[in-house]
């Protein structure tokens, strides 16, 4: 009594592999194996490679924004009434104030949340930096020292001059970003001048209030707008330059995980004073992050279709090696292989093209995201320099994080596509009958 044989039995690999290995002329389609084993490897290379500088940019956009600026921001607004002189006559005027009083008392309050990391009390201004003919517009942001050294992109930068303990050792010292000491010609030990128009008020409204100041600290976070605008001063220098003595614009808190900041807002807003204001970092950049997410989803769809595209040649491939095959397909069905049998074997023959491929895409995509440093230097140097600008893209370098679950993707879409497509060829060549395949030979 005969037994069928097991699904996938050793000589259903063997006839398989036969077939890929057999040339033109003795009826294969080693041409269209190439053919399909190149473009599934590129496609699978082009769709790892993008998700890896896609999770690369969101890892890094958020890095830069979460590592330089506040997680929570708090600030207060409320109205008080002013004295104000009116030729011969007195008034009280009532008007808005932003600033916080209080702000020592509130931000250990919130310190001693759970969760909360810190909270910085920071007086912030804006105003002109220059030196010599050269000037720029800068952010100034007034904060102890201690908690400038705590922030994770000063503490760690990208790179970095002078010493982060002269700032707020040496008089009057400021650290400025790379961007704005880049644009004035600034290293540390040079003075730059600082220009605002929140001076010190007359009858004719405020002049402006011009200081010196050196520079002590130079820091790159990574992010090209902080870079080029920023400038920091000791809490106290800043409270005097900007008119603030007693005051803080605003309180930064910094949360122990950035990316679920959400779950600190009720917590946060229930510790604050009546009239205060609270906004979260995803506030501030949620349409870059949705940008990020539409595009993200854009690209995975494209690079789909393109693995689709690629495992299209491997149907191609089939359907010529069943319609070359026909007379071996006849035999082998008169010798007594079923129809399952058959269907295996060129199933086998379109999924190892697919899944090795898939392997090969996967490891090139790898090693791109690996070596993209230098991959990306040789592009640079090839085309004479300038491919990428900062100013333009918000980051100097182009970014690549390796995720498990974007590999798994990849590796699971191209794989289900190839061995999805290989099962209408193979049913073609399983439906064939016997006698009509072999009725010429």
Not at 94 to 101: A, K, L, Q, Y
Not at 266 to 275: N, T
Request: charged fraction near 20%; include cysteine.
């Amino acid at each position: 009594m005969s037994r069928t044989p097991r699904p996938f039995s050793r000589f259903e690999w063997m006839i398989a592999w036969r077939y890929l290995r057999a040339r033109r002329a003795e009826g294969g389609v080693s041409v269209m194996t190439w053919i399909s084993l190149v473009g599934v490897t590129l496609a699978v290379f082009a769709l790892v490679a993008t998700l890896a500088v896609r999770s690369g940019f969101r890892a890094d956009f958020v890095d830069t924004i979460v590592g330089a600026n506040a997680h929570l921001t708090v600030r207060q607004q409320r109205q008080e009434v002013v004295t104000v002189t009116q030729g011969d006559q007195t008034v009280e005027v009532p008007r808005m104030v932003d600033t916080i009083d209080d702000y020592e008392e509130t931000a250990a309050q919130l310190a001693a949340l759970e969760g909360v990391e810190r909270a910085n009390p920071v007086v912030y201004g804006e105003g002109l930096a220059s030196r010599g003919e050269e000037g720029t517009f800068v952010q100034v942001y007034g904060i102890a020292p201690q908690e400038f050294a705590d922030i994770p992109l000063i503490q760690d930068p990208q790179a970095s001059q002078g010493s982060l303990s002269d700032f707020g050792e040496v008089e009057d010292g400021v650290a400025v970003g790379s961007g704005v000491a880049t644009a004035l010609g600034l290293v540390p030990g040079d003075r730059v001048s600082l220009t605002t128009a929140g001076g010190v008020q007359t009858a004719v409204g405020r002049t402006p209030r011009r200081a010196f100041f050196e520079v002590v600290y130079v820091f790159q976070t990574g992010r090209y707008i902080t870079d080029s605008t920023r400038i920091y001063m000791p809490l106290e220098r800043a409270q005097a330059f900007f008119n603030s003595e007693g005051t803080v614009d605003e309180i930064q808190v910094f949360v122990e995980n950035p990316d679920e900041v959400e779950r600190w807002i009720d917590p946060v807003y229930s510790a604050l004073p009546p009239g205060s204001l609270l906004y979260s970092w995803k506030d501030n950049e949620g349409a870059y992050l949705r940008a990020l997410t539409v595009e993200d989803n854009v690209m995975f769809v494209i690079l789909s279709i393109l693995v689709l595209i690629a495992s299209m040649n491997i149907i191609s491939g089939l359907i010529m090696l069943v319609k070359n095959k026909s007379s071996d397909i006849g035999i082998l069905r008169t010798m007594g292989l079923s129809q399952g049998s058959i269907l295996r074997v060129f199933f086998l023959c379109g999924a190892s093209i697919g899944t090795i491929g898939t392997a090969l895409g996967v490891a090139m995509g790898c090693l791109f995201a690996i070596y993209i440093d230098p991959i990306f230097s040789l592009v640079n140097w090839v085309s004479g320099g300038g491919v990428w600008d900062p100013s333009i893209r918000g980051i100097y370098a182009l970014p690549a994080k390796l995720e498990a679950g974007d590999v798994l993707s990849a590796v699971s879409l191209s794989l289900f596509l190839s061995w999805v497509v290989t099962i209408f060829p193979a049913r073609r060549a399983a439906r064939m009958n016997p006698v009509e395949a072999l009725r010429y030979e």
